[in-house]
């Protein structure tokens, strides 16, 4: 029997690959140091815990809209437009089961075969995944390191666009970089989707995921409102990863693809869960702003533990829970040429593991740096320090 040849364009979340190596070094009884997945190892607050008990004993695990049911849509329409200063409705929300979905029905609604979607590059792997499963051309554009972040290129970004280019996917606050745009740099990337007449997917995941500052969206610059739509995730915001909710928020004529795509697809998002977060989004906002501090130790435990090792260099980013370390006077000390081999070598000499480059996109021409990935979002303080003082004895090994 013969399966689809689609399926070889369709990849993966490779961060979920470095987990099974990680499992199976613990299951030969090693205590691993677990800094490759950005899930979040914190409970999801009280309140929602009670609200989903009691949406379920009031009969709530029927099917619901495909869109969503129509308080969670009002909640999530006010609270995405009021702290981006615009104005949404209802009928502008489609309820999705996660934010990941968001992604593959946003491609799947603006692009035909053969059209060019831009991409980060690193970046998120499922959106390289989707718009090649999809028939359609991913286009990388990357960025450049400074001495306080990453900064996109925005000269190579400009020279991928081409009359094939139907959309970008812009990612601020970004996975797995911790990178944030300053305003002139999210408006450079405006004046390119308005120029070009470009779709956006606004990625903001980590939108509420900040550490100081005011959080910046691209639907607030003028014309991108009518023209993107925003990834609303509750994964990050409440520690609700394995819960699966968020939303698709936008134009109302893109939206009403999305909510037939959700008949198609899944026919609802789970009905209780949709109940419990009509209260919780716009209300105690004690766990969130708990969950933030948290990360915010994590962060700073992280960064000072990488700047302890020779030849590291970071600075904090200010948003999301990751950091991207140049590692490549570690490598040239070591004597490898493969990240990957590197990446390897700490899980078995120190048990701590991370992610590289290499899982985040194709690496572009000319990127000849090598680096590591590190989400400190499932991990101790006490662990952090931990393993990154046994990691500090093997990358400093020559």
């Not at 987990?19 to 800094?35: I, T």
Request: aromatic residues 8%; proline residues 6%.
């Amino acid at each position: 029997m013969k399966l689809a040849k689609q399926l070889d364009k369709l990849g993966t979340e490779t961060a979920f690959a470095v987990s099974a190596a990680a499992a199976a070094w613990a299951a030969k009884g090693h205590k691993v140091y677990p800094l490759h997945l950005g899930d979040i190892n914190l409970p999801t607050p009280t309140n929602i815990v009670e609200a989903t008990k009691k949406a379920i004993a009031d009969g709530h695990t029927g099917y619901c809209a495909g869109a969503g049911i129509a308080p969670l849509r009002a909640v999530l329409a006010e609270d995405v437009g009021s702290k981006r200063g615009i104005h949404y409705s209802a009928e502008n929300v489609s309820v999705q089961p996660g934010g990941k979905p968001v992604i593959g029905k946003f491609i799947a609604a603006v692009m035909n075969p053969g059209d060019e979607v831009l991409y980060p590059n690193p970046g998120y792997p499922i959106y390289e995944s989707q718009i090649e499963y999809q028939g359609g051309v991913a286009v990388p554009y990357g960025y450049d390191e400074t001495p306080t972040g990453f900064a996109l290129d925005l000269d190579g970004l400009k020279a991928s666009i081409t009359p094939r280019t139907t959309a970008i996917i812009y990612n601020n606050y970004q996975n797995p970089l911790g990178a944030q745009s300053s305003r002139a740099e999210m408006e450079a990337v405006a004046e390119l989707a308005i120029a070009n007449d470009l779709w956006v997917l606004s990625d903001d995941a980590y939108y509420e995921m900040r550490y100081s500052g005011d959080p910046l969206c691209i639907v607030n610059l003028p014309g991108m409102q009518e023209r993107s739509v925003i990834l609303y995730t509750c994964s990050k915001r409440f520690a609700m990863t394995g819960w699966r909710l968020g939303a698709a928020i936008g134009p109302k004529p893109v939206i009403d693809v999305f909510n037939k795509l959700n008949t198609n697809a899944e026919s609802c998002t789970t009905h209780f869960i949709q109940h419990a977060l009509v209260d919780a989004i716009p209300g105690d906002t004690s766990g969130p702003d708990a969950i933030v501090e948290t990360l915010r130790a994590r962060r700073d435990a992280a960064v000072a533990g990488l700047n302890a090792i020779d030849g590291i260099s970071i600075a904090a980013p200010e948003s999301t829970f990751y950091l991207f370390p140049n590692v490549s006077k570690v490598m040239e000390r070591k004597g490898l040429t493969d990240v990957n081999d590197l990446m390897r070598g700490a899980l078995e000499q120190t048990d701590v593991s991370f992610c590289t480059r290499k899982h985040f996109g194709r690496p572009l021409p000319g990127k000849e740096n090598n680096f590591i990935r590190l989400a400190y979002s499932g991990i101790s303080v006490e662990d952090i320090q931990a393993g990154l003082a046994r990691l500090k004895g093997y990358f400093e090994a020559a």
